[in-house]
Structures are given as C-alpha cells and as structure tokens.
C-alpha cells in the first residue's frame, strides 16, 4: 500500500486536488488558516485518476473486508467514489447524507439496504473525522453492522485519530499528509523549507491558525 499512497499523492498534486501554500493561506469554512487545500471531487474528473482510486478501493475492499455486503459513500464527496467502487466489486450501494431530510420520507441513508447487512463506507477526506464518523453512527443506528471506513486521504489530525478509536470504527486510507509531504518535496513541489511550517500546522490547527492571524 505504501506504493499506492505515492502514487495517490502524486496524483493529487499534479491534478491539483491539492494545493500548498504555506506562505499564503487558505481559509476554511471553519475559519482555521490553512497551508493546504483538498478537493478530492477533482479527481472525479480525470479517468486515469478516477480509476486508479476506485480500483485501490476495491482491492482494499477485497483484502480488509471479504465480507461486505454493501458499499455505503458519504454525501457529497463520496458519493461517486462509492457509485464506483460498489459497481467494480459488484455490490449494492447507499449513501449517507449529513442529517435526514426534512421533507418526503425524512431519509438519511437513500437506497435499498437491510438491517445486519455488513457495510464498509467510502469517504473522499479525512479532516476532524467528525462529519464521516456521522455517517457511521446513521448506519449503525439503521442497523447495519459497518466494518470500516477506506478514505482516499486524511489530513492525520490527532482528533480523527481519537475519534474514530473511540467509535470502535476502524480507518483505512489510500494516502495520506505524510506521504504527501514527503512526495511534495520529491517531486519540488515544496521546498525543504516548507516542511516545517507544514508539520507544525498539523499538530494543531486551531493554534496555527491563532498565530497566523
């Protein structure tokens, strides 16, 4: 899998999914400062790189949960990444939207499933971890038995990391910062110089973005 993640990080710096800027910023909607920024709905737009995502995904499908029975996406970023690989594997698809509808039939999760159905969910980032543990809790409330979650990359935070530990939910991702770091200054993408600031803004967001007002 470490050559898979290369070649995911890769990917998203040549398409530009992600971009660094260390000396200038991004602002997410949280408000938190940010020297890089992910939109992994990019991908969706490149077959190459479209494929080879949904093909890492099912072979991760295959080799951590044999027994799926479903393939559930989170709204909105996964939903097509799920389409994708549940149609590669063969296997019926749903998809979890943030909170359940306020009008028709109030549904959270659309589609067809059935309650101890054996369900691994698609995610397209891995941030604080807390809208995708959201999905989790939905379909487990449902009654399906979620095996795990398979992201394409995760920012690494502490937090996620916590947070998924502590929804007894275990995560896989096809790439990740760290390796995208480490590619990002292979490639010369960044310089040496950037690392750090880059690796002090993940060890904690909140006060990076406090310093860097």
């Not at 594997?89 to 959270?108: C, T």
Request: glycine letters at 8%; hydrophobic letters at 40%.
């Amino acid at each position: 899998m470490e050559n898979c993640a290369k070649k995911i990080a890769e990917y998203l710096l040549q398409i530009k999914a992600i971009k660094l800027q260390p000396s200038n910023p991004f602002t997410w909607a949280s408000g938190w400062k940010s020297p890089i920024y992910c939109d992994n709905r990019k991908t969706l737009s490149f077959p190459e790189v479209r494929s080879f995502i949904r093909d890492s995904f099912a072979e991760m499908v295959k080799e951590y949960y044999p027994g799926t029975e479903l393939v559930a996406g989170v709204a909105t970023g996964a939903i097509a990444h799920g389409v994708l690989v549940a149609e590669k594997l063969g296997l019926p698809f749903v998809y979890v939207r943030s909170e359940a509808k306020e009008h028709g039939l109030g549904n959270q999760i659309e589609g067809y499933f059935e309650p101890g159905q054996n369900v691994v969910v698609i995610e397209d980032l891995i941030s604080t971890g807390g809208s995708s543990l959201n999905a989790v809790k939905a379909l487990r409330i449902a009654g399906c038995d979620v095996a795990g979650m398979i992201a394409i990359f995760t920012y690494e935070f502490k937090k996620s990391a916590d947070g998924f530990a502590a929804a007894n939910c275990e995560l896989h991702t096809l790439s990740n910062y760290t390796t995208l770091i480490e590619t990002a200054v292979r490639t010369g993408y960044i310089g040496e110089s950037e690392v750090l600031t880059l690796q002090q803004w993940r060890l904690d967001p909140s006060v990076w973005c406090l310093e860097n007002k």
